[in-house]
């Protein structure tokens, strides 16, 4: 299997300009660098094994409390679908991977002293976070901007706790809500060191890979905790916008919702970049068990 579609980033690269958005056709192939490629734009029920088409996925992802919606940082063409999904879904909460949770009640406040969405990132410092051009990320704070906006980033300080002691520790209060106290099981322990391994383009050591993996346990139960505050905070469903590999069904961020409230429906959508000259599904050997609901 090719590594581009292993859906790890080694470096937030930087992107391109952020492509129009075709309302009608969020999903179709306009202005994409592999416009012609005939997966650009598919979107694949996992368990089902079969393409849907757009209306059908935006009714289930209506249907449930909470959508998840992953993507490659970098890429313009995610991004787009993404605001386009949070305008048509119109949450009550908004919640980002990107966001500080620190900056969340700062959010709040700005909003209600006459800020817009607009203005939320250089209000919160957005250039000095380490993510990709703010101007791919701000249709999607504007397209609900009745949202309350939930931030699950976490510092240094608490990554590097994560990473000496462990996730539990590092999360403070809270942490046996989302099974931080548990360890995961050898299978899943194993398939998250690997991951960081991968994740740090192979050059992490393996005797590193069991902290990194605390660190993104960490980094899970935060997200599901802020896609849970802005859940609360109104009547409606509420959305995650994070990176695919949290976005997955497995041991990412549903599977911490899941071990706070077992009551509720998640929806996970995975976006992925096709592969130029594989253009069947069945080149995508792993499709099938992709740890998604939807592709």
Not at 107 to 126: D, H, K, M, N, V
Not at 139 to 168: D, H
Not at 185 to 198: G, S
Not at 219 to 242: M, Q, S
Request: charged share 20%; net charge negative.
């Amino acid at each position: 299997m090719p590594k581009r579609y292993l859906i790890v980033a080694c470096l937030l690269l930087s992107a391109c300009g952020p492509m129009a958005t075709n309302q009608d056709n969020l999903f179709s192939n306009a202005s994409f660098i592999l416009e012609e490629h005939p997966l650009t734009g598919m979107i694949w029920d996992v368990e089902a094994a079969k393409e849907i088409d757009q209306a059908t996925l935006v009714a289930r992802m209506s249907a449930a409390d909470i959508a998840i919606l992953g993507e490659v940082h970098d890429n313009a063409r995610h991004h787009d679908r993404q605001a386009a999904l949070v305008d048509l879904l119109q949450p009550e909460g908004l919640a980002f991977e990107m966001v500080p949770e620190g900056s969340e009640e700062g959010i709040e406040a700005f909003l209600a002293q006459g800020g817009t969405p607009a203005e939320i990132g250089p209000a919160i410092g957005w250039n000095r976070l380490g993510w990709p051009d703010w101007g791919l990320y701000r249709p999607i704070f504007e397209a609900a901007p009745q949202a309350y906006i939930a931030g699950g980033a976490t510092t240094n300080a608490e990554l590097v706790m994560a990473i000496r002691e462990n996730a539990a520790v590092a999360f403070g209060a809270g942490a046996t809500r989302y099974g931080l106290n548990v360890r995961p099981d050898a299978k899943t322990q194993a398939a998250l060191e690997e991951e960081m391994i991968i994740a740090h383009c192979n050059k992490l050591p393996r005797s590193a890979a069991r902290g990194m993996a605390e660190a993104q346990r960490l980094r899970d139960a935060r997200f599901a905790d802020a896609t849970l505050r802005a859940l609360a905070k109104g009547e409606g469903n509420a959305v995650l916008i994070t990176g695919n590999v949290h976005a997955r069904t497995d041991r990412g961020v549903p599977a911490y919702i899941a071990e706070a409230s077992k009551d509720l429906t998640v929806v996970s959508l995975g976006q992925l970049e096709v592969i130029e000259d594989a253009k069947t599904v069945a080149e995508y050997a792993a499709l099938a068990e992709t740890p998604y609901d939807y592709l």
